[in-house]
């Protein structure tokens, strides 16, 4: 009986490794899924340094030498930092268009990657993968790539959460309660969430709802700290910081 041929998958890792926001989290949790399949060796790599000159040199020649290296088969690159030309075939993840529909949460490097440099990735990576349809048709329209290149794979939902304790509602009917994870940056549309809950009809769950911010503080929003005091939700509103992972069930 012959054994099954493994995929060897390089998986790039540059500026994920070590951080909180969400394309780490997916990245992360892709990661480990894909060590579990028996039809997979998975080798991870990432620049060894940050900053915009050691990113470009890494796409420009260090990711395609590591990739060499490992002798991988394919290359995945989990948000966006890939070699400009891959040695491989290249499988890209593109979480969204926010770099250009909504530039302003996004410093300038980002922007000019976007401008220059994402376009050429895009276009000629062997598959891309976006997390919804809408971003699949922004993609396609945005980059003029093939349809039949770019997938639909939607985020999974980690088993920790899946494994947390539902409240029993009927013992404790506490107010329903909100969870805001990450920054609110603009494109995360907090204040549509602060003007929804205070215009809430009376006496509906919303009005009551307590809200949990949990990816910032809230000396770093001051804009956000009057809003909620202007719409009279300070009491309903609390600020949680970063919280681990393991404490967001």
Known sequence: MHSQKRIRVAFDMTLLQDR??????????????LRKRADIDLQMLAAERGGAFEMARWMA???????????????????????????IPLVITVHDLSLSRMPSGHPLEWRLFYRLVLPRLVRRAAAVI???????????????IPPE??????????????????????????????????????????DLVLRVMASAPEGSALSTAELEITGA?????????????????ADRVRWRGRLPTEDLP
Do not use: M, W
Not at 20 to 33: I, K, N, Q, R
Not at 178 to 185: A, C, D, E, L, S
């Open 130 to 144: 976006t997390p919804t349809e809408a971003t699949r048709r922004d993609v396609i329209e945005a980059f003029g």
């Open 149 to 190: 290149r770019v997938f639909v794979t939607p985020y999974g939902v980690d088993e920790h959460f899946v494994a947390s304790t539902l409240r029993d509602r009927s013992t404790s009917p506490a107010a329903p309660r909100i969870v805001f994870p990450g920054p609110p940056i603009g494109r995360k549309n907090l």
């Open 217 to 233: 503080a809230e000396a770093d929003y001051p804009t956000y700290r009057a809003q909620i005091a202007e719409t009279h939700l």
């Open 20 to 33: 909180p926001g969400g394309s780490a989290v997916y990245a992360t949790a892709l990661a480990a899924a």
């Open 61 to 87: 020649s260090g990711a395609s030498r590591r990739v060499g290296q490992l002798g991988a088969d394919v290359l995945h690159a989990p948000a966006f930092i890939a070699p400009i030309n891959s040695p």
